[in-house]
């Protein structure tokens, strides 16, 4: 039997029920079963998500990448230190790395989108440390926060990306309101960045910027005053250095002077105008000014140009120094500029001569106008006639305990005449000595006169009248007092005699007093007869009327 049974299994290779005639039967397709997620892959899909949105918004608020360069990085760390501008975080230090140099460090710092306008050429960068100076303490929070990064913002339009940090704070910020000024000095004394600037005792300001003049022959000092004490700064105002403390001996007593124990220590700068004056414009920023030594020089009229003249003394100038006083009757009309010493040749002997600057406009208008207004011609006139006068330099001594010297310009009538070349440049005039020198020379010639007296014979003839003297008074002694002695006894005997007859019980004495007693009755009837006629003065014509009755 060929015939298969349909329920039988169909043979390998083909499918079921195709049996022995595949055409009969049609392949049977079932459709494959659809995958859906499970909710595990949720959770990793948005942190993902959240992921990519913070980089695209970290990536968005990046800001540029600076580099900043500072001599040391202490306290600076990458990934730690922050960059603050008034304490707001506006970017972060990324890294820390020497320059090739090795002098330097440079510190990458990324600013945030905010902070992009700090990338400009005026903006200026610094560590934030505890600092302890005279001027005071800052940077305390640090110790807990830690070290980080100042930014003072820049206002100009240029950008850039590498700066050059500040080893100190600023002193001033570009946001503070007031004014900058220049100050020009032949020193700078006690003062430094951060001395305080006083306006009638109050602290208005302080100094941010000194540096030395590019010829060296002074200083600049750039001071800041506050809004809206910047206003009281005009264009006649006055600087003065009021940095410790001003004392000062005169007629008038001891006069202690001192703006603030801040400017004892750490030196000040102190500003007014003058007297009854006002303080003139406002001066713009960056006005230049004078600093004055004190305060009397500061308020002092100018003393204009100044004329050199040239001084020779033929004596001792120790304690003479350069800046003593050239006084004109109490009046300081000039300084002592220098002190020289030269050879003269025809005399064969030395000469020192002192340069003095003497300031015609502190001799009064009158004189100041002369000298600005005339010819050479009558300059030299004038000199002359004040020299003719006696007008002549001497040295003085200025203080008896430092023994210090000063020039006084004074007239001299009895001072011989002199001549003098009033076509020499400088001017040179005629000196006196001082009265100290003139004692000192009486005092000399005094001695030399004392050395010639002969006081060997002086004494040998005093011994001879000693001697003499001596022998007189032995001779006394034997021949004089025995008969002295005679005669006093002999006196002694008409004294007792006088006494005798001077006694009270004595003839004399009794008689005496007699007669006193007589004397005294007459005068008593004289004295009544004479109140008898003043009562009746016409008895000197009539008589006693009572003996007629």
């Known amino acids: 039997m060929n015939d298969k049974d349909p329920q039988a299994p169909a043979e390998p290779g083909l499918p079921p029920g195709s049996g022995d005639h595949p055409a009969e039967y049609e392949p049977v397709i079932q459709p494959t079963q659809r995958w859906l997620p499970s909710l595990v892959w949720v959770i990793p899909i948005i942190a993902a998500l959240v992921g990519l949105s913070l980089v695209v918004q970290a990536v968005l608020q990046r800001g540029p990448t600076i580099t900043i360069t500072f001599k040391t990085a202490e306290g600076i760390e990458p990934g730690k230190t922050k960059l603050k501008y008034k304490d707001v975080n506006v970017g972060d230090v990324k890294s820390v790395s020497l320059s090739h140099d090795l002098s330097h460090i440079l510190v990458k710092v990324e600013l945030t989108k905010e902070a992009e306008s700090f990338a400009v050429q005026d903006t200026r960068f610094w560590v934030v440390r505890p600092r302890i100076a005279l001027s005071g303490v800052s940077g305390l929070n640090t110790l807990l926060s830690g070290t980080y990064l100042g930014v003072d913002a820049g206002k100009s339009t240029d950008s850039k990306s590498d700066f050059v940090g500040l080893e100190s704070p600023p002193a001033v910020t570009g946001d503070q309101q007031g004014h900058q000024y220049i100050l020009h000095s032949e020193n700078l004394g006690s003062l430094d960045i951060g001395s305080p600037v006083f306006y009638r005792r109050i602290q208005v300001g302080q100094v941010v910027s000194v540096n030395l003049d590019h010829d060296g022959n002074g200083v600049t000092v750039g001071v800041f005053v506050n809004a809206p004490y910047d206003r ?283 007669a006193l007693q007589q004397l005294n009755q007459t005068l008593q009837t004289l004295n009544s007869l004479a109140d008898y006629l003043e009562r009746h003065p016409e008895s000197l014509l009539r008589g006693n009327q009572g003996d007629k009755k």
């Open 232 to 514: 009281f700064v005009g264009v006649n105002t006055r600087f003065w250095n009021a940095s410790g403390v001003d004392l000062r001996i005169d007629s008038a007593g001891v006069k202690l002077n001192t703006q603030s124990l801040a400017a004892v220590l750490i030196g000040g700068i102190s500003f007014q105008s003058p007297q009854g004056q006002p303080p003139g414009p406002p001066a713009p920023d960056n006005y230049g000014f004078g600093l004055a030594a004190d305060q009397s020089d500061a308020m002092r009229i100018p003393d204009g140009k100044a004329i050199p003249v040239v001084f020779n003394f033929n004596q001792s100038l120790r304690g003479l120094t350069v800046g003593a006083a050239l006084d004109f009757r109490g009046i300081e009309i000039g300084e002592v500029q220098n002190i020289g010493l030269d050879y003269d040749k025809t005399t064969h002997s030395f000469k020192m001569p002192i340069t003095v600057l003497m300031y015609p406009n502190r001799l009064g208008p009158t004189f100041a106008a002369h000298v600005q207004n005339g010819s050479r011609s009558e300059d030299q006139i004038l000199v002359s006639t004040l020299v003719k006068n006696g007008l002549r330099a001497q040295l003085r001594t200025g203080n008896l305990l430092t023994g210090q010297l000063y020039i006084a310009l004074d007239y001299f009538p009895k001072a011989g005449p002199v001549t003098i070349d009033l076509t020499k440049e400088p001017l040179e005039l005629p000196t006196v000595p001082n009265t100290l020198d003139q004692l000192q020379n009486q005092v000399a010639d005094i001695a030399k006169k004392l050395d010639a007296v002969p006081f060997d014979q002086i004494g040998n003839n005093l011994n001879t009248a000693l001697k003499s003297a001596d022998s007189l008074f032995k001779q006394l002694d034997t021949q004089v007092a025995p008969e002295a002695k005679a005669t006093l006894t002999e006196a002694k005997k008409t004294f007792g005699a006088a006494q005798q007859t001077l006694g009270q019980d004595s003839p004399l004495q009794t008689n005496v007093q007699q």
